[in-house]
Structure formats: structure tokens, C-alpha cells
């Protein structure tokens, strides 16, 4: 049997090339219709940030999994960071009862990288299991996910598109940019007490937001909603396929 560590490396090593070959302009231009305010451009930004922050290589995904293990229990239990921004007059006097609100949206968000990762550990869970060594072609990958609960899949697919919908939401995500920058300034201030791993965990799940702000902000509204559509029309069409493949 393969060992765990080197099918999980294939396998993210293997989603990563499916996805950079998913996301390029010309062959989905042979799919689907695309919205004319759509560019190539857009498309290159698109797969560079899912390659970037939701699916990152080997050596930033080190990184990444060190400072959002230490966040977890903050993702499991809001309300410790919720805590933190009621000590906060300005911030209750301008979002008042809508501040749980924002910070579960901001914690969503956040959460997409770590759904992607079990995501990924569920299809290594499906190669060990047919005991095949690396290295795996798409094909090869394909099958496994075929053989993931259709149900796992679509929790999957609605958590991008839960990501999604709130980049786009203009309001919302710069209410939570300024929420978790915040929060990061307010740790940072009591050393003694919040870990240097758990603020890094912070500062990576701002960036994420942030550089997704960055897909939607220069677009108009309609444009907005336009993209965000498509992104997952583009990742629901490529797992549904798989499963109807025969």
C-alpha cells in the first residue's frame, strides 16, 4: 500500500494541473457561452487565485495548514473572536447587531481552504483504498471522486459556492476586511495572550478575502454577478460530469 504522505503530495500535485487546465480561456470558450464581460484576463485571475489560496502547492500549503490548524478552534467556536470586537465601541456603534453577522460570513470565507483540503483527503482516503501507486493522470483522479458520497461533493461545491457569493457582495466583504484587520491589530496588542500561529491564521484568512475582493471589485454589479455564476457553473458542470461519465 502507497503511503499516505507521498498519495496525498500526487494528489494535490494532480488537482492542481487539473485545475490550471480547467481554467483556461480558450477551452472554456469551447464549453460554454461566456458572458461578454468576461475576459481572459478575468479567467487567468480566477485560476491563479484558486492555485494561490485554495489550492496551493506543496510548500505554501505548509504554511497554510500550520496557521489555519491554529485558527480552527476559532472557526469552530466564532464567538471567542466575537468576544474580542465587543471591547470595540466604534465597531458596535456601526455595525451593532449585525456584527455576529459579518464575522460568520468572514469565517465562512475562511473556511473554503479547509474544505478544499478535506475535499483532497477524501480522494486520497479513495486511492488508498485501491491500493494504486503514484503517479495518477486525470483519469485515474476522476475515479476517485467518482467513488466520493455525491453529497460530500455537493458540500464541496457549496462552499465555493458560499466563497463566492460573499466576495462579490461589495458591502459585506469590506465590512469583513474591516472586522478580522481588527481583530489581527487587537491580538497583536496582547501578545501574552493570542499565539503569533493563531494571528498568522488570521492575516492568511484576510488575504484570501482580500485577494478575492480583488476578482469582483473593479466590475459592475451585474458583471459581479455574472462571474460568480459562471465560477460555479464551471466547477459544478466538471464534477457532474465525472459522475455521469460512464
Known amino acids: 500500500m502507497p503511503h499516505k504522505e507521498i498519495v496525498l503530495d500526487e494528489i494535490i500535485r494532480s488537482y492542481r494541473k ?9 477551452e472554456l470558450k469551447k464549453i460554454f457561452t461566456l458572458p461578454n464581460s468576461i475576459s481572459e484576463q478575468q479567467i487567468d485571475e480566477i485560476r491563479t487565485y484558486f492555485l494561490t489560496y485554495i489550492y496551493p502547492d506543496l510548500q505554501k500549503r505548509k504554511e497554510l495548514n500550520k496557521a489555519f490548524e491554529s485558527l480552527d478552534n476559532y472557526i469552530r467556536k466564532p464567538g471567542k473572536l466575537l468576544k474580542i470586537l465587543i471591547d470595540s465601541a466604534p465597531l458596535l456603534f456601526k455595525h451593532g447587531r449585525h456584527l455576529p453577522k459579518i464575522l460568520n460570513s468572514g469565517i465562512r470565507a475562511m473556511r473554503s481552504y479547509r474544505e478544499a483540503s478535506q475535499f483532497e483527503n477524501q480522494i486520497v482516503r479513495q486511492a488508498m ?52 484587520t481588527f481583530l489581527i491589530t487587537k491580538m497583536k496588542s496582547q501578545p501574552k495572550t493570542y499565539l503569533v500561529e493563531e494571528i498568522k491564521g488570521l492575516e492568511l484568512g484576510l488575504e484570501l478575502i482580500e485577494k478575492g475582493n480583488h476578482l469582483f471589485e473593479k466590475l459592475g454589479k451585474e458583471n459581479q454577478v455574472q462571474l460568480m455564476d459562471f465560477i460555479v457553473l464551471i466547477e459544478t458542470q466538471s464534477l457532474d460530469e465525472i459522475y455521469n461519465e460512464k
Open 18 to 26: 487539473i485545475l490550471e487546465e480547467r481554467y483556461q480561456y480558450d
Open 129 to 180: 483504498k485501491t491500493n494504486r501507486n503514484p503517479p495518477y493522470d486525470k483519469k485515474t483522479i476522476f475515479s476517485f471522486i467518482k467513488n466520493l458520497p455525491r453529497k460530500d461533493v455537493d458540500h464541496f461545491i457549496d462552499g465555493t459556492r458560499s466563497l463566492f457569493q460573499i466576495l462579490h457582495d461589495r458591502t459585506q466583504v469590506q465590512k469583513i476586511i474591516e472586522i478580522v
